[in-house]
């Protein structure tokens, strides 16, 4: 989608539509809405005086001005209680007005930056959530190849953000900027994560890190199944093994500086498809298996969006990506694997494959010296049993880092919850033929899960995201009701990884 500034008011503006708000309770509208209600002769004030529109958040309603103004239709939306107001209030509005624009035949949209004024949000984190909201709400997951669909003809190309006070627009610049650079980030997680298996194979990941490296200036390696063998990544190869697909660990380099500084460090769970290998799942839902790769998606997701906005330190990027398959040369329940730290782990369950794959990333990771490392996962079904799908499960290691992704993840729209990563539960994991197995029984599976990967962590500040129960989104009341997601991925992460980063990007480091 194109999207450009502007200065002046709104109701001046020419476009298919354009976009204001109403505070929930305003009977009397005031800035942008209030002059558009002037121009239009009262017109916002009868929906209010009507009941059309309370202002609730993302209600919306639809006028006509029939030449009173130059846009072809005008759109009010809610923007809910002033108390509960914040950043995602704004994303989901310009979510819910960009829908009804599209679904009314508009191409071309304007819009005020919702909360920028009465809000008393930031300008810059309003304009970018408004740029992420519109953008984000009119994702459409596009099959290669196949028919369009019903309504996909209907689009909009273009966002305009009108901003009154002319001295402000450099804040509005700057935060659309953003904001279009993390929706197209979220937009490649989700087209990765919602893309069938055999499209998007590790293959095909590998090639989409060589596409954003060769596009901001990042390096990229891909190490092949001999290659992984030669690190003696044991755990890694012993879920690829009964895979025909080639595996591929990939590893996108952001250095601007080409400095040597410890680099953040994001890991991705990059299995395409989780068959549950040998221990096979139940054929039930087994389809959303393709979407066992979104810890990677988001990852990529990630590095494109910070290649965009040009984050000036290091940030190194980890996936190893492969199929977990049943075959002749699958790996059977009782297997002993080595991982490339040396620890030896007996599988007793062939689909608690992501954290196999994750103990060769984290332990390939120690050799950066990281400041931080970071890993995404599609982990755990009891995450789900924990969470359910409203909020993402945090493990970290070091409070600062915590907090810096509760913040994040709360500015971006994507509630992320503590977790305890309690060494008590590692008698869960004790057996007599290894240093480790990889399941721990019922009780806190999600838990014991990331008590697993911290055996092949090294000593630096480290996070685990479960995203298993937030990394897709479908119509139900078990799933948060918000406009800019539609049925399958959500791309959760990558808002949460971006701000993140740019905190960690901001801070000095001045010994
Ligand atoms: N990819 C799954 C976890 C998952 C479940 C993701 C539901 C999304 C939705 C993971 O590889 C898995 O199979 N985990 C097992 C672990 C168990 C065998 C200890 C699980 O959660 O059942
Ligand atoms: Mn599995
Ligand atoms: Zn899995």
Redesign the pocket.
Known sequence: MNVAIQSGSIQTVDADAIVVNLFEGVTEPGGATGAVDKALNGAIRDLIANGDIRGKLNETAILYPRGAIPASRVIVVGLGSEEEFDLDSVRQAAAAAARKARDAGARTLASIVHGGGRGGLALTDAAQSVVEGTILGLYRYDAPGVIPREGFDRDVDSLTLVEFDTSRLPEVEAGANVGQAVAEGICLARDLANGPANEVTPTMLAETAQRIAADYGMTCQVLDREQMAELKMGALLSVAQGANEPPKFIVLEHNPTQSDAPPFVLVGKG?TF?S?GI?I?PSKRME??R??MSGAAAVLGTMQTIGAIGLSKRVVAIVPATE?MPSGTATHPGDIVTAMNGVTIEVI?T????RLILADALAYAQQYNPAVVVDVA?????V?VALGHYMTGVYATDDSLWETIHAAGHAAGEPMWRMPLYPAYDRQLKTSFADVKN??GRPA?SVT?TRFLAKFVGDHPWAHMDI??T??WENLITHPKKPYYVRGNTGVGVGTLVGALRAWDAVDVKE
């Open positions: 299995i989780d549950g221990s799942k959303e298996m979407g066992d977990n369950n689909d608690a494959e992501g599609t982990l755990t079904g009891a789900v399941v721990g599976g899960a298993a129960g990394n897709w």
